[in-house]
């Protein structure tokens, strides 16, 4: 994990305002931004190839420009890494998950073909989820 320095840290915020600014700016008055990020609630996490950004880091960026949150739900619960948990449990499950899956090919589809259903399912009752959530946003008209 890479920690920021202050002028870095600034030219990420900047940049990622500036991004959510251009696409309220192509869209028309009534139109719907989709997309998914980790939502955190404890502190960002930057990896080498993504960075997992805070609730409220991006729901200010939405607001400053003025895009009404519809609806955030999660796009899974038990097939992806649980960074925005706390919970033993769910982090024993992903290792278990992770470890089956990359034993072999044949494995990991059987088990990503049972658990699928299962997630898909449990998607529709939580509402707040251990990792990747999709958000929908409208341009007010």
Request: charged share 20%; proline share 6%; hydrophobic share 40%.
């Amino acid at each position: 994990m890479r920690c920021f320095t202050a002028y870095g840290f600034v030219t990420y915020v900047l940049r990622y305002r500036r991004a959510v600014r251009n696409v309220h700016g192509m869209l028309k008055p009534g139109g719907y931004f989709v997309f998914s990020e980790n939502f955190l609630h404890g502190p960002q996490v930057k990896g080498t190839s993504q960075v997992s950004r805070t609730f409220q880091f991006i729901q200010e960026a939405l607001d400053q420009v003025g895009f009404e949150v519809i609806e955030r739900s999660p796009m899974a619960v038990l097939t992806s890494t649980p960074i925005d948990s706390e919970s033993p449990w769910l982090g024993r499950w992903w290792k278990f998950v992770v470890k089956v899956a990359s034993s072999s090919e044949a494995l990991g589809f059987l088990l990503g073909a049972c658990l699928y259903p299962i997630d898909l399912l449990l998607t529709r009752f939580v509402k707040e989820g251990p990792s990747t959530e999709m958000m929908i946003c409208r341009k007010p008209v």
